[in-house]
């Protein structure tokens, strides 16, 4: 029963995925439309990355001095281990754990809320195609800021563990900014930025197809948006490992 009822979503969902991604049938409206949510999701998550990235930064240094005070470990071990956690994982991985929450929610309601009042149907009876029209430039306009919010995650959790150097005795700030600047490999920064565009677009589809196949009330808007969140976020986790063996074998 379970397995039949997954197979029948994961149908379900490329079906949706085809509508989606059609030709749309005006592309200035589409457009517009995109540059509307780029706004709604991407920019209006610029403030919850920094906040977060800036604490977490900060505490992976402090994790770090505290638990590798050794003489056989190099000083600026501290920044050269903040500086990996951030670009390899953190900055996207567990960034897009955490958009998957905000955005993700999002998206299933406004889409869930649209489906029960019935503003879906009209569009459909228009002639419209609904899932092309409300879908796609929220998964195009996600996808295209996401590298931008991983720069800012990056550059905050950086400055988090530079903050940590300053204001304390744990580290000095030449042993930070040196490990920070040891044994640099710049794939990382691309690996990070590659891995968060199939998040994001993650992220958008999932969370689009929950609500566009809300059935019900405002209950079932509720239940959707938690549904999509939580199948984000085991799709992102699964990626990660694909990912992370085809991008760093």
Do not use: H
Not at 49 to 54: D, G, L
Not at 213 to 218: E, F, L, S
Request: hydrophobic share 55%.
């Amino acid at each position: 029963m379970l397995l039949t009822k997954s197979l029948t979503s994961f149908g379900r969902y490329w079906i949706f995925v085809s509508r989606v991604f059609a030709v749309p049938d005006k592309w200035r409206v589409a457009l517009r439309r995109t540059v509307l949510e780029i706004s709604k999701l991407g920019v209006d998550s610029i403030p919850l990355v920094m906040i977060i990235s800036i604490f977490i930064g900060a505490v992976i240094a402090i994790q770090m001095q505290l638990n590798i005070s050794s003489p056989l470990i190099p000083a600026y071990s501290v920044g050269l281990a903040t500086r990996d956690i951030v670009l390899l994982e953190f900055s996207n991985s567990i960034l897009c754990l955490i958009l998957a929450g905000k955005v993700g929610s999002n998206i299933a309601s406004e889409i869930g809320t649209m489906k029960v009042t019935e503003q879906i149907d009209a569009l459909d009876i228009m002639g419209v195609n609904s899932a092309n029209f409300l879908v796609l430039p929220k998964v195009v306009g996600f996808v295209l800021f996401m590298p931008v919010l991983v720069a800012f995650c990056i550059a905050t959790s950086l400055f988090g563990g530079f903050a940590v150097a300053v204001f304390t005795d744990i580290i000095t700030v030449s042993r930070y900014v040196y490990g920070i600047q040891a044994l640099f490999q710049e794939w990382y920064v691309w690996y990070g930025f590659i891995k968060s565009l199939f998040f994001a677009y993650v992220i958008a589809s999932v969370s689009s197809y929950f609500g566009y196949y809300v059935k019900g009330g405002a209950l079932e808007v509720g239940k959707a948006s938690t549904n999509a969140v939580v199948t984000s976020s085991i799709l992102i986790l699964l990626l990660d490992v694909v990912l992370t063996k085809l991008l760093l074998q």
